[in-house]
């Protein structure tokens, strides 16, 4: 499927929403949920060559960073889309509580790049 | 005159000159030995010694004389583009790296704005920016490890030819020129170790500290204090080599007027003071120079092949950093990622300052091998 027809059926699937809360409001959400995950595996999908390539690119000359990244730009795109969902069920509060575990899920994997950079500067400044 | 008388004459004439060729010859032997010390083997070999091992193995093969004789302008442009083949793939590999982070960076930036609004990149985007400030760093700290190296090669080099400049000077009656060669080399040296620990050290640490805190909180702008340290410095080293340059060139002229003086002197006391033989040890001066012109100019040619084998490498492999980074600076501007962009231009700008050192450290050395072949025509 092309990225138009995509665009297509999401406008539909929109306004079945639409209809689904207007007739059988509890319906809504988990229809809704259903949508924001299919609509963000095919953006994953669209995006896999973009990953290879880059990968592909990247690979000879990093020393593991490289995977670092990308798993930093998922859990980043999961924050997203989970924050997303919980506001639009006008839950704001635990759409917070997602975005500051995703912020500290990144810090996290981030520790080796601190650790390195920490010994860099101590590399300069023993120069 | 008796026939007695004239035989006795000539038995004494012969006996004399007899003894005239006894005294004659060691002197001649001396003269030859000296020659043969002065000959261009002994000394491009104790040159050629000098030049690290990795640089050595890059000059022409063959026989001392010959491999001088090889390191001409095709040389040098072969040794060019092979360097530039090395550098250009390490190139490619830094700029991948680079575009593969802001690539991954900018789309984690873009899902951060969608969920915090227009305030900035989130964490994800921190860590883009972390990974590619350690990626710059390292790299930078590399190359200003190998400008360290180098120069600390070139001083060694600049050494060895010191001890030559003095002995081959000295032997061709260049006392004057000899000590203020040796002086200048000398102090050149010291010049170039007072450059990098005081100057470029303090100012890479400055601007790595400045870089560092500016692309960490973008708040905090340090830049202009980077800046400030870099113009001072390029300042600094285009007037040291200037004063360099105009002083040695002075001195070089006087040493120069004095050995003509010097040289004339020794050929008229040799002519006039020492009897039937003073003639020949007065021509024999001029084939000694004759030989040194030859050495030194044999000399300046090793000097400038290794020159170019230890300078060509850090100057493409600076190059090939600089471009990378200024490649990977424009797409960062294309794809959005400011930060990152502003970090890559920032490094470049202090590698610009490491290839500006190597350059003056470059120059500096080809100034003293030219005073040094240079300086044969005073005895001419």
């Known amino acids: 499927m092309d990225f138009v027809t995509y665009c297509a059926l999401t406008i539909v699937f929109v306004l079945l929403l639409l209809l689904v809360r207007s007739v059988k409001g509890e319906f809504a959400l988990p229809l809704s949920v259903c949508l924001s995950v299919m609509l963000a595996g095919v953006a994953l999908a669209a995006a896999t060559p973009l990953i290879e390539y880059i990968n592909n690119l990247a690979k000879p000359y990093t020393g593991g960073y490289l995977s670092l990244m990308l798993k930093a730009v998922g859990i980043s795109l999961v924050t997203s889309t989970s924050a997303d969902i919980c506001r639009d069920s006008g839950e704001n509060a635990i759409a917070s509580k997602v975005e500051l575990l995703g912020k500290c899920e990144i810090l996290a994997l981030s520790l080796p790049l601190i650790t390195a950079m920490a010994e860099l500067i101590a590399k300069v400044l023993e120069l | ?380």
């Not at chain 2, 026939?3 to 000159?17: D, E, G, I, Q, S």
């Not at chain 2, 040159?47 to 193995?57: G, K």
């Not at chain 2, 991954?104 to 609004?117: C, D, H, Q, S």
């Not at chain 2, 003086?261 to 039937?276: E, K, L």
């Open chain 2, 1 to 380: 005159m008796s026939k007695k008388y004239k035989k006795f004459l000539t038995a004494v004439t012969a006996v004399f000159l007899l003894l005239f060729l006894f005294i004659c010859i060691p002197s001649f032997a001396g003269e030859e030995e000296a020659l043969e010390t002065l000959s261009p083997d002994s000394y491009i070999e104790e040159i050629l010694d000098a030049l690290p091992p990795e640089a050595a193995e890059l000059l022409p093969k063959g026989e001392e004389g010959e491999a001088v004789g090889q390191a001409d302008l095709s040389y040098v442009v072969s040794l060019s583009l092979t360097f530039l083949k090395k550098a250009l793939s390490s190139m490619a590999g830094y700029f991948a790296f680079f575009l593969s982070v802001l690539l991954l960076g900018a789309l984690a930036e873009k899902f951060e704005r969608a969920v915090g609004g227009e305030k900035g990149g989130g964490p994800a985007a921190w860590v883009a920016l972390l990974v590619i400030a350690l990626e710059a760093f390292t790299l930078l700290y590399g190359l200003f490890e190998m400008v360290r190296e180098y120069a600390e090669k070139i001083s060694a080099y600049m050494l060895t030819l010191n001890g030559v400049i003095a002995s081959v000077s000295v032997l061709g009656g260049g006392f004057g020129e000899s000590a203020v060669m040796t002086t200048s080399l000398s102090l050149l040296v010291t010049l170039i170790g007072g450059l990098i620990s005081a100057l470029l050290l303090p100012i890479v640490r400055l601007s790595f500290a400045s870089t560092l805190s500016s692309s960490a909180s973008p708040d905090t702008n340090l830049r202009g204090i980077s800046s400030f340290a870099r113009s001072t410095f390029l300042f600094l080293i285009g007037f040291l080599s200037t004063a360099a340059v105009v002083t040695l060139s002075f001195q070089t002229m006087l040493a120069q007027a004095e050995d003509s003086v010097a040289a004339r002197g020794i050929r008229f006391a040799a002519s006039s003071s020492i009897p039937i033989v003073g003639g020949a040890v007065s021509d024999s001066i001029r084939t000694l120079s004759a030989g040194i012109s030859l050495v030194k100019r044999s000399v300046g040619a090793v000097g400038i092949a290794g020159l170019v084998v230890m300078t060509l490498y850090p100057l493409t492999s600076l190059f090939s950093a600089r471009i990378a980074l200024s490649l990977s600076g424009y797409a960062a501007s294309i794809l959005g990622v400011e930060a990152s962009r502003s970090l890559l231009e920032e490094v470049g700008k202090l590698i610009h300052m490491l290839i500006a050192t190597v350059a003056m450290l470059a120059m500096l050395y080809i100034f003293a091998v030219g005073l040094f072949a240079s300086s044969a025509a005073a005895l001419a």
